[in-house]
């Protein structure tokens, strides 16, 4: 999943991470590594562009300042967002649904008690204030990939097609969500939750089963598969003490 989410980012971009990102995190450090070392990364900790030489759970850890090329606030973090520099941000959930909203705050009906309470979202600006969104869940069940989300804690594309624009959100939303199981895309007109290809030793019934909505049926095209170079990077410079697998 690090190095699925490595390639979609681009040299120069500026990006954000959530609070508990060990994967995104990853993913772009390891493309600083190989394909983008103008890439600016700013975890909520304030620490930009740290060299830490191992991951941490977290990623408000303080020892994420460990070699950082600088030390930002929260002030600065919702000022970079607001002026619309992110160009992109990256987003788990509780839950996700076929149009990319984000859920991170409680599952159940409204009127009764959550069966679930979540984190929530520290500033939903940068949810719609970022230039595109890329998903992520290292969970792939029927309970997390769900038709509607229970809270749109985050808007995605809303109910799909044009109607992130038609509520006043410039930016693109969701462009891709990467699990273990599948990289998905979101293509126009209907901005709805596609197969983009298939992960390597996954079959197609499997993803369907997991996945609490429908998906246009396969066949799907195969995941380029990581790279010794990819896998090297990961490994010797990003996650030498093996967090991603353990």
Request: aromatic content about 6%; glycine content about 12%.
């Amino acid at each position: 999943m690090a190095v699925l989410l490595a390639r979609q980012l681009r040299n120069g971009e500026i990006g954000m991470m959530g609070a508990s990102s060990e994967i995104p995190v990853a993913a772009a450090l390891l493309a600083q590594c190989l394909h983008a070392p103008d890439l600016t990364v700013i975890m909520p900790s304030g620490a930009v562009n740290p060299r830490p030489g191992r991951l941490y759970r977290s990623s408000s850890d303080g020892r994420w300042f460990t070699g950082c090329e600088a030390i930002g606030t929260a002030y600065d973090l919702f000022e970079l967002s607001e002026n619309g520099r992110l160009d992109f941000m990256c987003y788990g959930g509780v839950q996700l649904d076929r149009f990319g909203n984000i859920n991170l705050t409680r599952t159940g009906p409204f009127g009764e008690p959550p069966r679930f309470r979540g984190p929530g979202l520290a500033n939903i600006s940068m949810a719609v204030t970022a230039k595109r969104t890329l998903l992520f869940s290292t969970a792939h069940s029927p309970r997390t990939f769900v038709e509607r989300v229970d809270y749109v804690t985050a808007p995605g594309h809303l109910s799909g097609g044009t109607q992130r624009r038609r509520a006043g959100i410039a930016t693109a939303g969701p462009q891709v969500c990467i699990t273990p199981l599948a990289v998905f895309g979101f293509p126009e007109p209907e901005h709805a939750m596609t197969v983009s290809s298939l992960n390597p030793g996954i079959e197609p019934g499997r993803v369907l089963d997991a996945t609490g909505f429908a998906l246009p049926p396969p066949p799907w095209p195969a995941t380029e598969p990581p790279t010794g170079e990819e896998l090297g990077a990961l490994r010797a410079v990003v996650d030498r003490t093996g967090v991603l697998r353990s």
